[in-house]
């Protein structure tokens, strides 16, 4: 396995699998690393073979709500919902401001709708292009999404929308907040842990690695 030993002044080691398969351990000096890695040798065996499944998957085509398209390369980028094809154009940034635009059409009807359900009003929408997060809810109002939303099944946006809303009622996750987010968005815990399957997804996928830096 890639391992990578942080030194930090923690009270407690962590332990963490990145999406690309690299086994992280943050520890303070003198801490028995090999130790902790025997200790959960089974889990991490496990967390790296979901990778190795996830990866097979990712490497499939263009991940576009929840299928994954075939990558056509053309000078316009273009995505043909119908026939399951995404025109890859050689300009990164004219593809990203494309899946830009097509979210954004999907998203403000979706923010609006819920908004008015939930009794919040939110500031300015923003779709960007992140590499940390799916949404993220500003102390003024403004919601953040990110384009690598439209890889995500449809309702899995839904619950990020939800969970930026509520937001606006509850600046943390409280268990007013989970209760806020449960009441349109039942399952909210399945949602939680199917986004970190779709992370690792986008994350190993080679056309978001590309429009991510802009290589292959």
Known sequence: MRLRVRRRPVKYARLEV???GTVVITAPDGFDVDNLIERHRGWLE???AEIGELREIAESGF???GEFYQVIHGRKPKVHERFKTVV???NPNDMVDCLKKILRRELLPLVDSYAHRMGVEPGKVYIRHQK???GSCSPKGNLNFNVRLIALPRELR????IHELAHLKHMNHSKAFWELVG???PDYKNARKELKKWWTIVELNPYWKWLARGEV
Do not use: A, Q, T
């Open 158 to 161: 839904e619950y990020v929308v």
């Open 63 to 65: 991940p576009i709500n």
């Open 132 to 134: 940390s997060r799916w």
């Open 46 to 48: 496990g967390k790296l």
């Open 18 to 20: 990145r999406p690309d």
């Open 183 to 185: 009441e349109f968005y």
């Open 88 to 90: 890859l154009s050689p």
